[in-house]
């Protein structure tokens, strides 16, 4: 339902009126008033809407109501194969035109193009610049040419079967298989069970090319289509261009009828258990019968919605409580009516299992659900969740003129492909504030109770890891049904205190003010040592966001203390703050929107956190509280040091899991600060009253602190509130620096190899690090010459050899506790092609070292760069981070301001001298994931990497 459903998740029903009398419950909710919607000739739909955020830029879609369902037999994996098809020659593009010409205007190929197929739907997405009037007509051109003029020819056909068998097995592993397995049973034998988007195997191999333009020519049709123009662009002459790129469009003779697989009724209760040794979590999921119930699009079906989101919430934070207990049911739950595929939902609940298996949680789960249908809620739940959902609805109207272009086209797809209504936050803001305060207690309750099913069929799954015990089936079933018939009470809603702060703090003193009229900044100097730096901003109407940091962080503990300093503030932050657990802070600031967190990193220390701009005195005041009041709470400590062991149990079952644990602890020498993949055993040795002296030792004063205010603010109005809240923290003498406690990448080249995994996969990580003296514009030119690299891996390894479907180069550079770098090159692909792969790999390198870049090549990443930056210096949240790593890396902020006349002042001699100076061949960590008990796919050795003549 619209922008509110992404905020407020699933639903419910009721069969009230509207409170304007004359408003009948049948009659449909309006179109929004922002999107011009029209249908051409040939029946394809658009959307089209004027948004100028972000500026200069534009959202395009095409979405085809046509996906894997539709497949015939000898078709399965062609929807798919088809999107692949679509960037590989078409009418006006020939091969690699596409992307090249995408890439040229800054569009980057998989962060910014990129595509999905579905079951039921396949949808392109292309966000481009419109700086440039042209780009919107070549834009619409290539979408034209996806809807129209793929051209499918036999050696791009052939040439793209490598790439989508490599995808297909980039998704194998234990959540594949178990799927397989569980999927019949969910749909219960309905067709979505066996047409997953992937496909077969063995008929990505072996089609016909005919068999591809057998489901193109079927099923992309204008009348199946829809195309999307949401952005900083004129609404009628963009609908000028859409009429003109796409009314040629013609529906096939003799179609065929596009129908919708139905789901059948279960009629009797099953359970399943899969295992599977690669698994490293164990899930509870109990699935009730599907109903048939497509999305509502009148008022009293959004009225429904709305009381069923209450019930929702209600029932969320209830199932929450049951994990805060010393020895809760289970880690993580849910239960919620929600969407199964198009027009269908179930009422459901899930659980990620703990120690004690299924039991424990299928009585939690079901007994809270029988006490809410047979007592249901409190008046004072429901006072919370409406202020929750009143608050929710007034920022997205507060921010109707601020967001962006991609909230409004994927509500906008919602409507084409799932019929979600969408009358516009004008009118969303209307309804809510009208019908929301009249919801009833009994409303609700109702509601809840005709959702969560009593007496009815249902499939009872438990998925997991073969190294746990797992139930037989019948025990499932026989526990839900005795949990069933177990006498509930009513649950007692304690009173919750509206003040976080019943007495104020004395204020201190703000002792300097200066102002960056070129930054727009503002920094304060506090009595108490602290500093703040404020930049008020209009990027947003409804968004403050704060941060802090200072250096010091776990670097100051000793080997017997990293646990407990490694998980200090993410154990506080379970146990709440002065008298509030986290879920007396939710209730407390029901209708409020603030929260803050500290953090203990390697070498800082800090916080961050968001508000409303009606809530900074919140948001400040859990500043302080996280400062002057930390919480000690056995039972949450208890409960979270349970929850983490039982999910480290089986961490390392996961072959990719192992891989990453190899590389780092052989990059680092196996140096004890490097935190691997956890381990059950070391939350043994976490003391909780240690943990809470640590957290004192480096909170108990702000001196040294610089916080971070970006928003939209009025400076005058929050200096009190920082004087009140922050200047009057304690100020004692602190020690505010970091110890270097000797970290460093290992030397020479070292290679290993990880033997994991029941599946014919691979993965090759290298990694290159070591001393580098760090600037900014140092920093730019490693990651300009990385970003160029990605683009030839991904035009040789994937485009040109087959041997890859993604993967690809990051690379890092950090000023401290010294001056490194840091490239890591991952890159999945078969056991038979890692040598083929590797050498590929350094000879793009070498070629770099040795030629330099193409200047196309950086061109392209140049203008990727300066529209990502456009964009970026209107977000807070790209300011705040932006400011704090300019102020702990003591570097001049104001070179945000000068970012594309510097990256304009990059040339090809600068990466191709960062390629020498990064890359060296005699100093890298090679790390290979072969499957296990396979050697036999394991490739013959062949040139060492290594051994090539040094640069």
Same mark, same amino acid.
Request: glycine share 6%; hydrophobic share 35%.
């Given at each position: 339902?619209?922008r509110l459903k992404a905020v407020l998740a699933t639903a419910l029903l009721s069969c009230s009126l509207l409170t304007h009398a004359e408003i009948n419950p049948t009659d449909p909710l309006p179109?929004?008033?922002?999107?011009?919607?029209?249908?051409?000739?040939?029946?394809?739909?658009?959307?089209?809407?004027?948004?100028?955020?972000?500026?200069?830029?534009?959202?395009?879609?095409?979405?085809?109501?046509?996906?894997?369902?539709?497949?015939?037999?000898?078709?399965?994996?062609?929807?798919?194969?088809?999107?692949?098809?679509?960037?590989?020659?078409?009418?006006?593009?020939?091969?690699?035109?596409?992307?090249?010409?995408?890439?040229?205007?800054?569009?980057?190929?998989?962060?910014?193009?990129?595509?999905? $197929?579905?079951?039921?739907?396949?949808?392109?997405?292309?966000?481009?610049?419109?700086?440039?009037?042209?780009?919107?007509?070549?834009?619409?051109?290539?979408?034209?040419?996806?809807?129209?003029?793929?051209?499918?020819?036999?050696?791009?056909?052939?040439?793209?079967?490598?790439?989508?068998?490599?995808?297909?097995?980039?998704?194998?592993?234990?959540?594949?298989?178990?799927?397989?397995?569980?999927?019949?049973?969910?749909?219960?034998?309905?067709?979505?069970?066996?047409?997953?988007?992937?496909?077969?195997?063995?008929?990505?191999?072996?089609?016909?090319?005919?068999?591809?333009?057998?489901?193109?020519?079927?099923?992309?049709?204008?009348?199946?289509?829809?195309?999307?123009?949401?952005?900083?662009?004129?609404?009628?002459?963009?609908?000028?261009?859409?009429?003109?790129?796409?009314?040629?469009?013609?529906?096939?003779?003799?179609?065929?009828?596009?129908?919708?697989?139905?789901?059948?009724?279960?009629?009797?209760?099953?359970?399943?258990?899969?295992?599977?040794?690669?698994?490293?979590?164990?899930?509870?999921?109990?699935?009730?019968?599907?109903?048939?119930?497509?999305?509502?699009?009148?008022?009293?079906?959004?009225?429904?919605?709305?009381?069923?989101?209450?019930?929702?919430?209600?029932?969320?934070?209830?199932?929450?409580?049951? $994990?805060?207990?010393?020895?809760?049911?289970?880690?993580?739950?849910?239960?919620?009516?929600?969407?199964?595929?198009?027009?269908?939902?179930?009422?459901?609940?899930?659980?990620?299992?703990?120690?004690?298996?299924?039991?424990?949680?299928?009585?939690?789960?079901?007994?809270?659900?029988?006490?809410?249908?047979?007592?249901?809620?409190?008046?004072?739940?429901?006072?919370?969740?409406?202020?929750?959902?009143?608050?929710?609805?007034?920022?997205?109207?507060?921010?109707?003129?601020?967001?962006?272009?991609?909230?409004?086209?994927?509500?906008?797809?919602?409507?084409?492909?799932?019929?979600?209504?969408?009358?516009?936050?004008?009118?969303?803001?209307?309804?809510?504030?009208?019908?929301?305060?009249?919801?009833?207690?009994?409303?609700?309750?109702?509601?809840?109770?005709?959702?969560?099913?009593?007496?009815?069929?249902?499939?009872?799954?438990?998925?997991?890891?073969?190294?746990?015990?797992?139930?037989?089936?019948?025990?499932?079933?026989?526990?839900?049904?005795?949990?069933?018939?177990?006498?509930?009470?009513?649950?007692?809603?304690?009173?919750?205190?509206?003040?976080?702060?019943?007495?104020?703090?004395?204020?201190?003193?703000?002792?300097?003010?200066?102002?960056?009229?070129?930054?727009?900044?503002?920094?304060?100097?506090?009595?108490?040592?602290?500093?703040?730096?404020?930049?008020?901003?209009?990027?947003?109407?409804?968004?403050?966001?704060?941060?802090?940091?200072?250096?010091?962080?776990?670097?100051?503990?000793?080997?017997?203390?990293?646990?407990?300093?490694?998980?200090?503030?993410?154990?506080?932050?379970?146990?709440?703050?002065?008298?509030?657990?986290?879920?007396?802070?939710?209730?407390?600031?029901?209708?409020?929107?603030?929260?803050?967190?500290?953090?203990?990193?390697?070498?800082?220390?800090?916080?961050?956190?968001?508000?409303?701009?009606?809530?900074?005195?919140?948001?400040?005041?859990?500043?302080?509280?996280?400062?002057?009041?930390?919480?000690?709470?056995?039972?949450?400590?208890?409960?979270?040091?349970?929850?983490?062991?039982?999910?480290?149990?089986?961490?390392?079952?996961?072959?990719?899991?192992?891989?990453?644990?190899?590389?780092?602890?052989?990059?680092?020498?196996?140096?004890?600060?490097?935190?691997?993949?956890?381990?059950?055993?070391?939350? @043994?040795?976490?003391?909780?009253?240690?943990?809470?002296?640590?957290?004192?030792?480096?909170?108990?004063?702000?001196?040294?602190?610089?916080?971070?205010?970006?928003?939209?603010?009025?400076?005058?109005?929050?200096?009190?509130?920082?004087?009140?809240?922050?200047?009057?923290?304690?100020?004692?003498?602190?020690?505010?620096?970091?110890?270097?406690?000797?970290?460093?990448?290992?030397?020479?080249?070292?290679?290993?190899?990880?033997?994991?995994?029941?599946?014919?996969?691979?993965?090759?990580?290298?990694?290159?690090?070591?001393?580098?003296?760090?600037?900014?514009?140092?920093?730019?030119?490693?990651?300009?010459?990385?970003?160029?690299?990605?683009?030839?891996?991904?035009?040789?390894?994937?485009?040109?050899?087959?041997?890859?479907?993604?993967?690809?180069?990051?690379? $890092?550079m950090a000023r401290y506790p010294f001056g490194n770098y840091t490239i890591t090159i991952n890159l999945p692909t078969g056991p038979e092609n890692v040598n083929k792969v590797l050498e590929a $790999?350094?000879?793009?390198?070498?070629?770099?070292?040795? @030629?330099?870049?193409?200047?196309?090549?950086?061109?392209?990443?140049?203008?990727?760069?300066?529209?990502?930056?456009?964009?970026?210096?209107?977000?807070?949240?790209?300011?705040?981070?932006?400011?704090?790593?300019?102020?702990?890396?003591?570097?001049?902020?104001?070179?945000?301001?000068r970012h594309t006349e510097r990256v304009n002042a990059l040339a090809p001699a600068d990466l191709q001298a960062a390629a020498r100076r990064y890359f060296d061949f005699r100093n890298y960590v090679?790390?290979?994931?072969?499957?296990?008990?396979?050697?036999?796919?394991?490739?013959?050795?062949?040139?060492?990497?290594?051994?090539?003549?040094?640069?």
């Amino acid at each position: 339902m619209n922008r509110l459903k992404a905020v407020l998740a699933t639903a419910l029903l009721s069969c009230s009126l509207l409170t304007h009398a004359e408003i009948n419950p049948t009659d449909p909710l309006p179109v929004s008033p922002q999107v011009r919607v029209g249908k051409l000739p040939n029946g394809l739909t658009y959307y089209i809407q004027r948004n100028p955020k972000p500026q200069q830029r534009a959202e395009l879609r095409l979405a085809v109501r046509a996906g894997s369902i539709l497949e015939d037999d000898d078709q399965q994996g062609l929807a798919h194969f088809t999107e692949h098809m679509a960037f590989n020659g078409s009418t006006h593009f020939k091969r690699h035109e596409l992307v090249s010409w995408l890439q040229s205007i800054g569009v980057k190929f998989g962060a910014d193009l990129n595509a999905y $197929t579905g079951v039921d739907e396949t949808v392109y997405m292309l966000p481009i610049p419109v700086d440039r009037k042209e780009n919107l007509d070549k834009g619409l051109l290539v979408l034209e040419d996806w809807a129209g003029g793929v051209l499918f020819n036999d050696a791009d056909v052939d040439s793209e079967r490598n790439i989508v068998l490599e995808e297909l097995r980039l998704g194998r592993g234990a959540t594949d298989r178990m799927n397989k397995i569980l999927m019949p049973k969910l749909f219960n034998g309905s067709r979505y069970a066996d047409r997953l988007p992937i496909g077969k195997a063995e008929i990505l191999r072996s089609f016909k090319p005919e068999t591809i333009r057998r489901f193109y020519h079927d099923w992309y049709r204008p009348d199946l289509m829809a195309v999307f123009v949401v952005g900083d662009i004129d609404p009628a002459e963009t609908e000028k261009l859409v009429i003109s790129h796409f009314s040629n469009l013609k529906n096939p003779e003799n179609e065929r009828p596009r129908t919708y697989a139905e789901i059948p009724e279960r009629t009797k209760s099953e359970a399943l258990v899969i295992t599977d040794k690669e698994a490293t979590t164990n899930v509870l999921h109990i699935r009730y019968p599907i109903l048939h119930k497509p999305e509502g699009s009148t008022f009293g079906e959004y009225r429904e919605r709305l009381v069923e989101n209450l019930g929702a919430l209600m029932l969320s934070q209830r199932i929450t409580e049951l $994990t805060q207990q010393a020895n809760p049911p289970f880690i993580q739950g849910g239960s919620s009516m929600g969407r199964v595929v198009r027009g269908y939902r179930s009422f459901s609940s899930v659980a990620l299992l703990g120690r004690d298996g299924p039991l424990p949680a299928i009585n939690a789960l079901v007994q809270e659900g029988e006490r809410v249908r047979q007592f249901g809620f409190t008046p004072a739940e429901l006072d919370r969740a409406k202020k929750a959902m009143l608050r929710n609805i007034e920022r997205l109207y507060n921010e109707r003129d601020k967001s962006d272009s991609s909230m409004y086209v994927s509500e906008y797809l919602r409507n084409f492909l799932e019929g979600e209504s969408m009358p516009g936050i004008e009118n969303e803001f209307k309804y809510v504030n009208e019908i929301v305060p009249t919801v009833t207690l009994d409303e609700v309750n109702a509601s809840l109770r005709k959702s969560i099913p009593e007496g009815q069929t249902k499939l009872v799954i438990y998925m997991g890891s073969d190294k746990t015990d797992a139930p037989p089936a019948s025990t499932l079933l026989t526990a839900v049904d005795a949990a069933e018939k177990v006498t509930v009470t009513a649950r007692e809603d304690k009173a919750y205190t509206a003040s976080l702060m019943p007495v104020m703090p004395k204020p201190g003193k703000i002792v300097k003010e200066t102002a960056n009229k070129t930054l727009g900044t503002t920094e304060l100097t506090l009595s108490n040592g602290a500093r703040v730096i404020l930049k008020p901003t209009d990027f947003k109407n409804d968004q403050v966001l704060m941060s802090a940091v200072r250096f010091g962080g776990q670097s100051l503990f000793e080997e017997a203390d990293i646990f407990n300093s490694r998980y200090t503030s993410t154990i506080m932050a379970q146990m709440g703050v002065s008298t509030f657990t986290p879920l007396d802070l939710q209730r407390t600031l029901a209708g409020k929107t603030a929260n803050v967190g500290t953090s203990l990193g390697a070498l800082t220390e800090g916080l961050s956190g968001n508000s409303g701009s009606a809530d900074v005195d919140t948001m400040l005041q859990l500043v302080n509280l996280e400062f002057t009041h930390p919480r000690r709470d056995e039972a949450l400590f208890q409960s979270f040091i349970g929850k983490q062991q039982d999910l480290a149990r089986n961490s390392l079952s996961r072959p990719e899991s192992v891989l990453l644990d190899t590389m780092r602890s052989t990059l680092y020498g196996n140096h004890p600060r490097i935190a691997l993949v956890p381990r059950a055993e070391e939350y @043994e040795g976490i003391n909780l009253d240690r943990v809470i002296n640590i957290y004192k030792e480096r909170f108990s004063s702000a001196r040294g602190m610089t916080f971070f205010m970006v928003g939209s603010f009025d400076v005058a109005k929050v200096k009190p509130l920082i004087a009140t809240y922050i200047a009057s923290l304690p100020g004692g003498e602190i020690a505010h620096n970091f110890k270097d406690r000797g970290v460093r990448a290992v030397r020479g080249v070292v290679k290993k190899e990880v033997h994991r995994g029941h599946e014919a996969k691979s993965t090759i990580n290298l990694t290159f690090a070591g001393d580098a003296k760090y600037s900014e514009d140092e920093q730019m030119r490693l990651s300009a010459m990385v970003e160029v690299l990605n683009i030839k891996l991904t035009e040789t390894l994937r485009e040109k050899l087959a041997l890859i479907y993604g993967g690809g180069a990051g690379g $890092t550079m950090a000023r401290y506790p010294f001056g490194n770098y840091t490239i890591t090159i991952n890159l999945p692909t078969g056991p038979e092609n890692v040598n083929k792969v590797l050498e590929a $790999t350094f000879a793009e390198i070498r070629k770099l070292q040795d @030629e330099g870049p193409d200047a196309a090549d950086l061109a392209k990443v140049k203008e990727n760069w300066i529209n990502n930056h456009r964009r970026a210096v209107r977000e807070n949240a790209y300011w705040i981070s932006a400011l704090q790593s300019m102020y702990i890396n003591g570097t001049d902020p104001s070179v945000i301001l000068r970012h594309t006349e510097r990256v304009n002042a990059l040339a090809p001699a600068d990466l191709q001298a960062a390629a020498r100076r990064y890359f060296d061949f005699r100093n890298y960590v090679q790390v290979v994931l072969y499957p296990e008990s396979k050697q036999e796919q394991k490739p013959e050795q062949k040139a060492e990497p290594d051994k090539l003549p040094p640069g």
